[in-house]
């Protein structure tokens, strides 16, 4: 991968995360980053962010599962479920 490009996918990286303003904890949604890493469904993408779940030692600290509203069109907006993997990495203590 060229410089360019990787400065590119890091930049679009550091624009989605989301910052807890109480905790200071980064983390993103699944459904933001599927996209920007070249999946366009997430029954595809969802399949990866499984496996990177089982691969974790501590899943709990840095896979959450959460709920957020999309637009449907027309106004219309549904609740769906996605996941946000942490982007914090926790201490030696286990603390993030």
């Given at each position: ?18 910052k ?34 089982s ?42």
């Open positions: 991968m060229d410089k360019k490009t990787f400065l590119q996918l890091h930049s679009s990286f550091e624009a989605m995360v989301l807890d303003v109480e905790t200071g904890v980064g983390c993103w949604y699944a459904r933001d980053l599927l996209l920007l890493l070249g999946y366009t469904q997430w029954r595809s993408f969802e399949g990866v962010i499984q496996k990177a779940i691969a974790c030692q501590d899943p709990a600290n840095h896979f959450a599962r959460a709920r957020k509203i999309v637009d449907l069109g027309s106004a219309a907006q549904r609740e769906i479920e996605d996941i946000a993997p942490s982007r914090e990495l926790p201490d030696s203590d286990g603390q993030v």
